[in-house]
């Protein structure tokens, strides 16, 4: 397995403004894989014929796979390796279909270092518009190893 070297942040790097996005075309695939590792079978994301009688008029994404791209941004860009969600709130704007280009974008909003955690806002967007706003709550490691 190759591992990629990727800059890992410490709580004592971050100031508030930092930001870091992550950008997804959403497939087919994704959305019937997410359904069979949740166990979500909907029919409004798999099924054309359900999805036609909704509002939606086609199949959507889940809103939780739109959610676990701002964990990609988390876990891998900002603050990276070894953090740990604390709270993440979500408020879905609108749908995410096979084919939709999704950007998950996040900003360093507050910094608590007495318990070295860090508030964000989190942003999906499609074409330039919010399908998913939220705020998250980080532990963030700290460069100091505390027994």
Do not use: W
């Not at 695939?29 to 099924?47: E, M, R, W």
């Amino acid at each position: 397995m190759n591992v990629i070297s990727r800059q890992v942040y410490h709580f004592e790097d971050l100031e508030t403004g930092m930001e870091a996005s992550f950008a997804k075309v959403v497939s087919e695939a994704d959305i019937i894989s997410f359904a069979q590792v949740t166990g979500d079978k909907n029919p409004v994301h798999l099924d054309a014929d359900f999805a036609a009688k909704t509002i939606f008029k086609t199949p959507i994404a889940h809103g939780m796979l739109t959610a676990g791209y701002i964990s990609a941004v988390f876990g891998m860009e900002l603050p990276g390796p070894g953090a740990i969600y604390v709270s993440q709130t979500l408020n879905f704007r609108g749908p995410v279909r096979a084919g939709d280009r999704v950007i998950a974008k996040v900003r360093v909003m507050e910094l608590y270092p007495a318990k070295r955690r860090a508030r964000f806002e989190c942003v999906c967007s499609v074409d330039g518009r919010p399908v998913l706003e939220g705020e998250a709550v980080l532990m963030v490691p700290s460069r100091e190893v505390k027994a």
